[in-house]
């Protein structure tokens, strides 16, 4: 689609353990187009220009990942953007927000609907609207789900990656997994950690794959979606102070306090080698230290 940096494995060295753990760099593939979003938009992206579509439109909330690297993919590739955003009082507070910000400055153009409205966002009669009201457009699900974001993630996984015994990623809607689990080996285990709470998710992820090499761990969602407390930002600071590594708060940050809880658990075998998808969604720390900061919570190192 356009030129991307290399995503590496570095490795997270900790004494006295006999797990080798990775951590794949999927965040550093594009300064803006950022981890597993890059692999979504991808096919879609070249979908829509086969079809003759200049104009793209998406859904999203108001610190989206998704909302994000669409809008720059779009400046990038010359095509328009159009988001659709949840919550009708954003319209004033754009200025206000890191990410409705960046997706401004990039060209896209929003529409902002209430809660309500934002539920019926698939129906017929709201997407006809749409049409109505920005032209023909070629349209991306919320969280950039569908067949063709599968088949990007698909590429997430290399033939280097085929000694590991487990693949841990976080789970939104659950696209990326899919594609990871798609091409995962024989032998590998992929285990999920849903960011947010709710048992549609198998259900979801299962449509797009025919494998059983994996499952959801349910633990670490810290209450729901977005919602995080003092002890995951203690953890997101240590982390970077250590490894050098910045996590996302709210899906690799989850993900990973999983996978650090788990091995001191003792929940994977000795001499594991554990590889640790890096998603990105570094874009986020801005807004949620916003959030932070109005709950008298410390914030997230940058
Ligand atoms: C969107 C996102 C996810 C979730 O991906 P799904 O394909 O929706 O499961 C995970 N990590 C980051 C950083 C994201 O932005």
Same mark, same amino acid.
């Given at each position: 689609?356009?030129?991307?940096?290399?995503?590496?494995?570095?490795?997270?060295?900790?004494?006295?353990?006999d797990?080798?753990?990775?951590?794949?760099?999927?965040?550093?593939l594009h300064?803006?187009?950022?981890?597993?979003?890059?692999?979504?938009?991808?096919?879609?992206?070249?979908?829509?220009?086969?079809?003759?579509?200049?104009t793209?439109?998406?859904?999203?909330?108001?610190?989206?990942?998704?909302?994000?690297?669409?809008?720059?993919?779009?400046?990038?590739?010359g095509?328009?953007?159009?988001?659709?955003?949840?919550?009708?009082?954003?319209?004033?507070?754009?200025?206000?927000?890191?990410?409705?910000?960046?997706?401004?400055?990039?060209?896209?153009?929003?529409?902002?609907v209430?809660?309500?409205?934002?539920?019926?966002?698939?129906?017929?009669?709201?997407?006809?609207?749409?049409?109505e009201?920005?032209?023909?457009?070629?349209?991306?699900p919320?969280?950039?789900?569908?067949?063709?974001?599968?088949?990007?993630?698909?590429?997430?996984?290399?033939?280097?990656?085929?000694?590991?015994?487990?693949?841990?990623?976080?789970?939104?809607t659950?696209?990326?997994?899919?594609?990871? !689990? @798609?091409?995962? /080996?024989?032998?590998?285990?992929?285990?999920?950690? &849903?960011?947010?709470? *709710?048992s549609? #998710?198998?259900k979801?992820?299962?449509?797009?794959v025919?494998?059983?090499?994996?499952?959801?761990?349910n633990?670490?969602?810290?209450?729901?979606?977005?919602?995080?407390?003092?002890?995951?930002?203690?953890? !997101? @600071?240590?982390? /970077?102070?250590?490894?050098?590594i910045?996590?996302? &708060?709210?899906?690799? *940050?989850?993900? #990973?306090?999983g996978?650090?809880?788990?091995?001191?658990?003792?929940?994977?075998p000795?001499?594991?080698?554990?590889?640790?998808?890096?998603?990105?969604?570094?874009?986020?720390?801005?807004?949620?230290?916003d959030?932070?900061v109005? /709950?008298?919570?410390?914030?997230?190192?940058?």
């Amino acid at each position: 689609m356009f030129s991307l940096q290399q995503s590496v494995n570095q490795q997270v060295v900790f004494p006295s353990s006999d797990i080798e753990l990775y951590i794949k760099r999927e965040d550093k593939l594009h300064d803006y187009v950022s981890g597993n979003k890059y692999r979504k938009l991808k096919y879609n992206i070249e979908a829509a220009e086969r079809s003759g579509l200049r104009t793209l439109l998406s859904f999203g909330g108001a610190y989206s990942n998704h909302i994000s690297a669409l809008a720059s993919a779009g400046q990038i590739l010359g095509l328009k953007t159009i988001g659709v955003i949840r919550g009708e009082e954003l319209h004033a507070q754009i200025d206000g927000n890191p990410t409705l910000q960046f997706a401004k400055q990039c060209g896209m153009q929003f529409k902002f609907v209430s809660r309500s409205q934002y539920r019926l966002k698939t129906s017929a009669s709201f997407l006809n609207d749409l049409k109505e009201e920005f032209g023909a457009f070629y349209l991306i699900p919320e969280g950039g789900t569908n067949a063709l974001a599968v088949k990007g993630c698909e590429e997430i996984l290399s033939e280097q990656d085929s000694h590991f015994d487990y693949i841990c990623v976080s789970v939104g809607t659950g696209g990326t997994i899919a594609g990871i !689990i @798609n091409c995962s /080996k024989p032998g590998q285990q992929v285990l999920g950690f &849903p960011a947010l709470k *709710g048992s549609f #998710l198998h259900k979801d992820i299962s449509k797009f794959v025919t494998k059983s090499n994996w499952k959801l761990v349910n633990d670490y969602h810290f209450g729901g979606y977005a919602k995080i407390n003092a002890s995951l930002v203690a953890f !997101i @600071n240590r982390f /970077k102070r250590e490894y050098g590594i910045p996590l996302d &708060p709210i899906y690799t *940050g989850k993900m #990973l306090f999983g996978v650090m809880d788990l091995i001191n658990k003792g929940f994977f075998p000795k001499g594991s080698k554990i590889l640790t998808i890096h998603t990105g969604g570094l874009q986020g720390i801005p807004g949620m230290n916003d959030r932070l900061v109005k /709950k008298n919570l410390p914030k997230i190192i940058i």
